[in-house]
Nanobody, 123 residues
Framework: QVQLVESGGGLVQAGGSLRLSCAASGRTVSNYGLGWFRQLPGEERDFVGAIGLNGDSPYYSLAVKGRFTISRDNTKNTVYLQMNSLKPEDTGVYYC????????????????WGQGTQVTVSS
């Protein structure tokens, strides 16, 4: 099993930045794809971005591409989501996710989830 714990959420003004972190348990975290989903108010959990096993091939949803950046540090068992140019419509709960192999953009295909961290962007 892989345990994921998110941190870094909070309140920020529109145009500001936040960096989310997700700490993964286990010594084999490099064998798992890592990424992020978010659940906006009244909506289902949607894909945000993901990164490959060795920090390669990051990919993003169109809604955040160009503003958000995913990275991972396997020596720290951590994946990050750097969020810039935040908009009020980015407000929601952000979840770290993982899967054996590459992360899936469909939420129900992934294996492990964090508890989520709230991101609120004010205008």
């Amino acid at each position: 099993q892989v345990q994921l714990v998110e941190s870094g959420g909070g309140l920020v003004q529109a145009g500001g930045s936040l960096r989310l972190s997700c700490a993964a348990s286990g010594r084999t975290v490099s064998n798992y794809g890592l990424g992020w989903f978010r659940q906006l108010p009244g909506e289902e959990r949607d894909f945000v971005g993901a990164i490959g096993l060795n920090g390669d091939s990051p990919y993003y949803s169109l809604a955040v591409k160009g503003r958000f950046t995913i990275s991972r540090d396997n020596t720290k068992n951590t994946v990050y989501l750097q969020m810039n140019s935040l908009k009020p419509e980015d407000t929601g709960v952000y979840y770290c996710a993982s899967r054996r192999g590459l992360l899936a953009a469909r939420a129900d295909l992934n294996d492990y989830w964090g508890q989520g961290t709230q991101v609120t962007v004010s205008s």
